[in-house]
């Protein structure tokens, strides 16, 4: 695009609408990525008798997810019924699916379907209306937040409910969304219903990932990105798509300040400060809950911390005390041996440092790992910016996913 022909200020607004950090998206075509992901689920909606979980860490794109993968399968004799909705912490059984029934009026009828039900609605109720969808209809319920679900009874008769749905032929599927590490602590009894809910998990994306997504909006934006731009918004997002839109989004309208409409590795730099802004306020709260000095004149918490984001996991995203080693000496310029910090590592369990770190395993085999996604990229750009970390140091010490 010559940039003599460019209207900076449309340009501006394509970029705010084309990379969105904030709400899920919503297009089948922006959800670059996930394309396998999406594939499982499409095949689940369609199958009989099959229903999804989709689990995994915060801020991995598990709502998105749920409220794209189904776009596409309208059809000139299939309709989607899509009915999605938040689960709270004070729910119940009943109050969940009042939620679904009051998106619910079925031709013909007055009022929505929760007023029809002055009592408690019980699973049999459920399992009733949902055999009333037509057999043109592909009618999906998403529930998403499953996790803050703190009834028990609730989650109980939700197994039920799936175990019984196998009965019906008009093929509703259900659709749990909820943050955890495994289906252990969201569903009762998943045993029962392994073969009817299936398992999706969400994993942080990997870099090939990320690239697509900010490839593919700049190149919409008829604006270009050097690799090395890229490689920089990976490494930072962590696998995050949250980080990878906000990211692209600033270096963008960076690049849109000096009316340019190619964005390079200083200017992903440059937009560090307006994506650290961009973050949640609990997880800039918990960081300077863990770092700051509440005694200890001195203390090497930032220094400690900025380690850890920098340190090799394993699969789940766990390190050890030993694997804080290497990556402090260099930050402290001495060697670092476990005693000198294990009390830096327990305090950040601690909820008077933000609980930013959690503590798993027994005496002397602790995994540690980071209670919350989003810190890990937001500790590294913070302690980059602060002068805690050198560049060249989180380079060498590049975190593999």
Same mark, same amino acid.
């Given at each position: 695009?010559?940039?003599?022909?460019?209207?900076?200020?449309?340009?501006?607004?394509?970029?705010?609408?084309?990379?969105?950090?904030?709400?899920?998206?919503?297009?089948?075509? #922006?959800?670059?990525?996930?394309?396998?992901? /999406?594939?499982?689920?499409?095949? *689940? $909606?369609? &199958?009989?008798? =099959?229903?999804?979980?989709?689990?995994?860490?915060?801020?991995?794109?598990?709502?998105?997810?749920?409220?794209?993968?189904?776009?596409?399968?309208?059809?000139?004799?299939?309709?989607?019924?899509?009915?999605?909705?938040?689960?709270?912490?004070?729910?119940?059984?009943?109050?969940?699916?009042?939620?679904?029934?009051?998106?619910?009026?079925?031709?013909?009828?007055?009022?929505?379907?929760?007023?029809?039900?002055?009592?408690?609605?019980?699973?049999?109720?459920?399992?009733?209306?949902?055999?009333?969808?037509? #057999?043109?209809?592909?009618?999906?319920?998403? /529930?998403?937040?499953?996790?803050? *679900? $703190?009834? &028990?009874?609730? =989650?109980?008769?939700?197994?039920?409910?799936?175990?019984?749905?196998?009965?019906?032929?008009?093929?509703?599927?259900?659709?749990?969304?909820?943050?955890?590490?495994?289906?252990?602590?969201?569903?009762?009894?998943?045993?029962?219903?392994?073969?009817?809910?299936?398992?999706?998990?969400?994993?942080?994306?990997?870099?090939?990932?990320?690239?697509?997504?900010?490839?593919?909006?700049?190149?919409?934006?008829?604006?270009?990105?050097?690799?090395?731009?890229?490689?920089?918004?990976?490494?930072?997002?962590?696998?995050?798509?949250?980080?990878?839109?906000?990211?692209?989004?600033?270096?963008?309208?960076? $690049?849109? &300040?000096?009316?340019?409409?190619?964005?390079?590795?200083?200017?992903?730099?440059?937009?560090?400060?307006?994506?650290?802004?961009?973050?949640?306020?609990?997880?800039?709260?918990?960081?300077?809950?863990?770092?700051?000095?509440?005694?200890?004149?001195?203390?090497?918490?930032?220094?400690?911390?900025?380690?850890?984001?920098?340190?090799?996991?394993?699969?789940?995203?766990?390190?050890?005390?030993?694997?804080?080693?290497?990556?402090?000496?260099?930050?402290?310029?001495?060697?670092?041996?476990?005693?000198?910090?294990?009390?830096?590592?327990?305090?950040?369990?601690?909820?008077?440092?933000?609980?930013?770190?959690?503590?798993?395993?027994?005496?002397?085999?602790?995994?540690?790992?980071?209670?919350?996604?989003?810190?890990?990229?937001?500790?590294?750009?913070?302690?980059?910016?602060?002068?805690?970390?050198?560049?060249?140091?989180?380079?060498?010490?590049?975190?593999?996913?």
């Amino acid at each position: 695009m010559a940039t003599g022909t460019v209207d900076w200020k449309k340009l501006r607004v394509e970029v705010l609408e084309t990379f969105t950090p904030g709400p899920p998206i919503n297009e089948v075509a #922006q959800f670059a990525g996930r394309k396998a992901t /999406i594939q499982r689920l499409q095949d *689940i $909606a369609i &199958e009989r008798a =099959r229903h999804a979980i989709i689990f995994g860490e915060r801020g991995v794109g598990k709502t998105s997810l749920a409220n794209i993968f189904h776009k596409d399968l309208n059809s000139e004799t299939k309709r989607v019924r899509e009915i999605a909705v938040d689960a709270d912490s004070a729910d119940s059984f009943d109050s969940l699916w009042r939620k679904v029934f009051r998106r619910i009026r079925w031709e013909g009828e007055d009022t929505t379907l929760d007023l029809q039900f002055p009592a408690p609605i019980e699973p049999d109720h459920v399992f009733l209306q949902l055999g009333r969808f037509n #057999q043109n209809e592909i009618p999906i319920i998403i /529930i998403d937040e499953y996790d803050r *679900i $703190a009834d &028990e009874t609730c =989650r109980v008769l939700m197994t039920d409910l799936i175990k019984a749905l196998t009965r019906l032929k008009n093929n509703p599927t259900i659709v749990l969304v909820g943050v955890a590490e495994n289906i252990l602590t969201l569903v009762r009894d998943h045993a029962s219903i392994s073969r009817n809910l299936l398992q999706v998990p969400m994993q942080r994306m990997n870099n090939e990932e990320i690239s697509e997504v900010i490839t593919s909006r700049t190149k919409r934006l008829r604006m270009r990105i050097s690799s090395d731009a890229v490689w920089r918004i990976a490494y930072f997002s962590a696998g995050l798509p949250f980080y990878a839109h906000s990211l692209g989004k600033y270096s963008a309208l960076a $690049a849109i &300040e000096s009316e340019s409409t190619s964005i390079g590795e200083d200017t992903v730099l440059r937009s560090i400060e307006a994506c650290m802004a961009d973050v949640n306020y609990t997880i800039a709260e918990s960081y300077t809950r863990a770092t700051e000095k509440i005694y200890r004149k001195g203390n090497i918490f930032a220094p400690v911390l900025a380690a850890c984001a920098m340190t090799e996991t394993n699969d789940l995203g766990q390190f050890t005390a030993a694997d804080v080693e290497a990556p402090l000496s260099e930050i402290m310029g001495t060697p670092m041996k476990v005693p000198s910090f294990s009390f830096h590592l327990n305090e950040m369990c601690e909820p008077e440092r933000g609980s930013v770190l959690r503590k798993t395993g027994s005496r002397r085999t602790f995994q540690y790992h980071f209670a919350e996604a989003a810190m890990q990229p937001y500790i590294i750009m913070k302690s980059l910016r602060d002068g805690v970390i050198r560049r060249e140091m989180f380079e060498k010490f590049y975190v593999r996913r």
